[in-house]
């Protein structure tokens, strides 16, 4: 196919949703009768060009001798640091060449959406071979395909990813597959390197899992010291949202820990090249031959990805369940099977399934960037342009946006309207607002109110401003919550303050640093930051490097943030807490209780409750270091934001 007879209903694979589970079916068909394709040689005259960007043995091999295997021809760059990539040609250029010289392009790159960026500027079919920490649909289709020749129905089957599920993209695109099938998923992780966030949502919101901690002393022959985490559709309680492990919940899962059987541990190896030196240190899961000896593990089958580094016993090497070899074998049938699949379909002009997903593009030239540095929508501005979905959007949540690329998400804290030129930090009171600018693509959103106002928006004007605390009732209100945290902790040992970012984090410190004064001891501080960075939780005292991930297993921990208003910021900072590590205890302390809820949490400990309305805004402004301005918590409310356009205040407002 030529590049002028490029169509809308061009296929790429880039995520595993990009197919359905029908499709996957039928892929799954093709393959079991690889053998007549070879016969057939249905790509006689297509040709096929690889571009790896990273090493790779089996998926970029496989990839060609599939091609070969089919008839078509493969045209290849040794290695891509040795292509015009190295003078500094962008992915788009490159992607634009390349598609007049083959018919489909097989990509692996180490940043996180370059696939998708070079599958928007080519004119043939891309198909992602692994992008950065994202994912690899390929690598998935194997898995999915190994699995059910071993263990046949994916249906009910559970599954236990081990090892580095935070950078390991063969993970991701293998669990959104697993829930798509019906399979259980139970996490394994070592300590840092947890399922991300982003990911974990995608399975509650698009698949209906919702995630328990198991107490799965089982899974204690093959890993110590790691915390595993059942993934599954429906469950009835909604463990996230018990800020107390309870007896009767523990015995619970244990019931339920002890009636799974473990079909597969799926092992995977710490992505060095993805770690910052120094960080995620400690133990590493790995499969010993104990395992091997376990009765309940007489059926589990071992899968990896490889390459393998030292996570597998070479005993397993020669056991029937160690079924690797055979896993990276069937990469070749699987991927003739993909490239007839996708050459079918794009000459029946059949074009993807329709997903209907509002998109968010910013009407100024430069919109939000990403909060992913290793996104390509931060390293190659020029290759793609900067979308967003738009996630909790109803009644009373944040505005989340997710990157189209990387699938990172962010929670928008200042918006602007293009007609007006003003700009407010965004809270609930503009959801019915901030919805008519987004339909009218007025919508602007900032990373901070320097780009606003250096893009010529000034900040609304306020009315109704009142100080509801001031600088010595949020001290006094410090020092009480204090107190009381002391009081109620049944071993200070273990205690620990866990700040939200921004603002939590600076009261935790504060908490932290009162009781300390109470007890002449240091407590631990730690931050969680719920949307965005890389880093979900850190510690912010007693600061080692060599410290390693901080330690949640069996703590007290107290969440502290400054406004508790709808209550999901808590609920998705316990999902967060839950999934690193299982503490003892978590309990909730908010500096300002608003009163309105919509997830069942309460704060054990509150500095004030002000019930307020929707159309208020409350915020809370704390000095972060000791000199500068009191701390104050105001009340306001902003002027008719849809039609405003009267003179801007004196004081831009702050975000939260
Ligand atoms: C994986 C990859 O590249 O993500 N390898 C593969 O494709 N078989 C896993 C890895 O590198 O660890």
Known sequence: MSASEHTDTMRHVISITDLTNAEIEEIFALADDAESLRKEKPARDHIMATLFYEPSTRTRLSF?????????????????????AAK??????????????????????????AVRAMAEHADVS???????????????????????????????????????????????????????????????????????????????????????????????????ETDALYLTPKQPH?????????????????TLASNLRYDAFYMTRKQKERIKEGANGGNYPTIGDEFLKEKRFKDTVVMHPLPRVDELAPELDRDKRGIYFKQAAYGVPVRMALLKFLSDRNQAKAGAPVTHVSLYQSPEPSGPHCVNANCVTVAETGSARRRYEILAGGPGGALILSCVYCDYRFKVQLVGDLKTKRYCAYDISLRATVGEWLEKNQLAVFNSIKEAEELGYEPYKISGLRIVMDNLEIQAAVE???????????????????????QGSVLARRIAAQMA?????????????????????????????????????????????????????????????FRSGRPKRVRLAALIDRGHREVPVKPNFVGKHIPSSERERVRVKLRATEQGENDEAVIYSIINPSESASAPANTPLQSS
């Open 64 to 84: 060609e001798s599939a091609m070969h295997r089919l008839g078509g021809g493969v045209i290849s760059c040794a290695d891509m640091r040795a292509s015009s």
């Open 88 to 113: 500094g040609e962008s992915l788009a250029d490159t992607a634009k060449v390349v598609s007049s010289y083959a018919d489909v392009l097989v990509v692996r790159h180490p940043w996180d959406g």
């Open 126 to 224: 891309v198909i992602n071979a692994g992008d950065g920490r994202h994912e690899h649909p390929t690598q998935t289709l194997c898995d999915l395909y190994t699995l059910r020749k071993e263990k046949g129905e994916l249906k009910g089957l559970t599954v236990v990813v081990c090892g580095d599920l935070k950078n390991g993209r063969t993970i991701h695109s293998l669990v959104y597959a697993l829930a798509r099938f019906g399979a259980n998923v139970v996490t394994l992780a070592a300590a840092g390197m947890e399922l991300p966030q982003y990911v974990v949502e995608r399975m509650e919101s698009a698949y209906g899992y919702s995630l328990s901690p198991l107490v799965a002393n089982d899974l204690g022959a093959v890993v110590s």
């Open 238 to 254: 909604q463990l996230a949202l018990f800020t107390q492990m309870d007896s009767a919940i523990q015995l619970r899962l244990s």
């Open 480 to 502: 009480s919550m204090s107190r009381d945290i002391l009081a109620e902790c049944q071993d200070t040992d273990g205690l620990l303050l866990l700040g939200v970012r921004t």
């Open 517 to 577: 004064k109470q007890k002449k001891r240091k407590y631990e501080v730690g931050e969680i930051d719920i949307y965005g960075s890389d880093e979900e939780i850190r510690r912010i005292s007693l600061a080692d490097p060599d410290a390693g991930p901080l330690n949640l297993r069996d703590r007290e921990i107290v969440l502290v943030d400054d406004v508790i208003y709808t209550g999901r910021t808590i609920k998705d900072a316990l999902s967060i807490i």
